[in-house]
């Protein structure tokens, strides 16, 4: 089900008109049947998938909590690590891989017929997959308690708004809400409808209006194209992926809060940002946090000198590359990052003696910084790494204005100029929420533009959530 389809708001208006009369106990009962036949209107067949990581980390989380031996306590650790990830390496990894290596075999003079199986990805998997080994290592690391309820850690695994792509939310943060009994307070359904209508307004009316424009560069032999098609294309994407992306994850806050349970915040302004560590703690936050606590400092992080900082940095973000998807595209643009937040690092002492002052140069930080994403995003969207190459090259040649760049730059300006003129309010003010604390007239124009623009530029072409494939 998608959030911005007449079956899913059909389904949620039946689930929440019998959520408030249940009590606690009801309530948890029906958010777990409502996540699985969510989640089985995609394909019933991966039911068992989450059903089994649920009941392994139920178990693993209670033998962590019960043995005293770090020896056992390792071991039943190594389970949930070995269950999960393997069943994610396994559906996202395999076919990629083995495909890799017969090609290796071929360049070896061996003749390759391997055959592999044609595997789906189950939707949303790397994100329950993050969210219950984050439980699991927490547990481990007595860093939470482990809850005795299946029912409750089977709602937390698969809690419908958040389970397809994310916010990835720790048990510290989500886990308590669902164990304890939930009201609705006064402003969750001013504030769930905010979060809904702008969400909707990104994803509907940006990022589905922005994808035609990046497909068609994209889908376009690169001879055809220009230095300023592939720059606007470029855009196009950049905007696409974020109204995407940003938007699903405020949709799912509307929804989470509609039901009495706040999810975290997964974006705040990150085209705003002037260097790749503001980047990332605005960008996906809830997957940059992850990748933070149990993966880069773990690895040590910062602790072992600057050699060690700066490989730890860029192995990071290359697996967190890898995470997104079984291409090389996907590697490169994590190795990418990497190297970025290497280089600002290293500058660091540099720049801030030559940093312009004031606002201007706070401009001119975040300029920069966003042709530096956008760069990396054409790695991102790029069908291979052959296409990529071709079009980084293809990008600084004829800077001349076509038909269809002045058509797209249109597009462009018309769809993104004004969400970035609030964003860029909302940034000046420091508040996630400040168009709930204007006046009633205010929030109402606002709404009236989203609601507006949702019914009269609708795409002529629906798109599913970009990270859905992830």
């Not at 392994?56 to 043995?67: G, R, S, T």
């Not at 992306?245 to 999810?263: D, E, H, M, T």
Request: proline share 3%; with cysteine; glycine share 8%.
């Amino acid at each position: 089900m998608l959030f911005n389809s007449f079956i899913f708001w059909a389904f949620f208006a039946v689930v929440i008109v019998l959520y408030w009369r249940l009590n606690h106990r009801g309530q948890n009962f029906l958010l777990l049947i409502a996540s699985y036949v969510f989640y089985g209107y995609w394909d019933w067949r991966f039911l068992g998938l989450i059903a089994f990581s649920t009941i392994v980390d139920f178990i693993v989380a209670q033998e962590l909590e019960k043995k005293s031996s770090q020896n056992i306590r390792r071991r039943w650790l190594l389970l949930s690590l070995c269950s999960n990830l393997g069943l994610l390496g396994f559906f996202k990894y395999f076919g990629f891989f083995a495909a890799e290596f017969a090609i290796l075999l071929e360049s070896l003079g061996f003749h390759a017929s391997m055959q592999t199986l044609n595997i789906i990805l189950p939707v949303g998997i790397s994100f329950y997959t993050f969210q219950t080994l984050a439980y699991t290592i927490d547990v481990y690391r007595r860093q939470t308690k482990p809850t005795k309820n299946l029912l409750d850690f089977s709602v937390y695994v698969s809690f419908f708004p958040q389970l397809v792509a994310g916010p990835i939310e720790r048990s510290k943060d989500l886990l308590p809400q669902i164990v304890n009994a939930r009201t609705f307070t006064k402003g969750a359904f001013s504030e769930g409808l905010y979060h809904v209508l702008i969400g909707m307004f990104k994803k509907v009316v940006i990022a589905d209006n922005m994808a035609p424009i990046a497909n068609q560069v994209f889908a376009t032999p690169v001879s055809d194209l220009n230095g300023t098609e592939i720059l606007i294309g470029i855009y196009a994407f950049a905007f696409q992926i974020y109204g995407d992306f940003s938007g699903y994850s405020s949709i799912a806050q509307g929804i989470a809060k509609w039901l009495g349970i706040n999810l975290s915040w997964n974006f705040r302004m990150p085209y705003f940002s002037r260097t790749p560590s503001e980047f990332w703690q605005r960008w996906h936050i809830t997957l940059s946090s992850w990748l933070r606590d149990y993966l880069y400092i773990p690895l040590g992080g910062s602790r072992h000198g600057t050699f060690n900082t700066f490989r730890n940095l860029v192995m990071t973000m290359f697996l967190g590359g890898l995470w997104h998807g079984a291409n090389w595209t996907f590697a490169v643009w994590g190795l990418a990052h990497g190297i970025i937040l290497v280089i600002y690092h290293a500058l660091e002492p540099i720049t801030k003696k030559v940093l312009i002052p004031g606002i201007v140069g706070k401009i001119v930080a975040a300029v920069i910084f966003f042709h530096l994403v956008c760069i990396t995003w054409l790695l991102f969207r790029a069908e291979n790494l052959g296409q990529a190459v071709a079009m980084f090259g293809q990008l600084f040649h004829s800077f001349t204005m076509t038909d269809f760049s002045l058509y797209s730059l249109g597009m462009l300006t018309f769809f993104a100029l004004p969400i970035l003129v609030l964003e860029l309010i909302i940034e000046r003010s420091g508040d996630m929420l400040y168009v709930l604390s204007r006046h009633w007239l205010i929030q109402g124009l606002i709404y009236s533009y989203f609601i507006f623009m949702l019914i009269i530029f609708p795409p002529l072409t629906p798109q599913v959530f970009i990270y859905f494939q992830f």
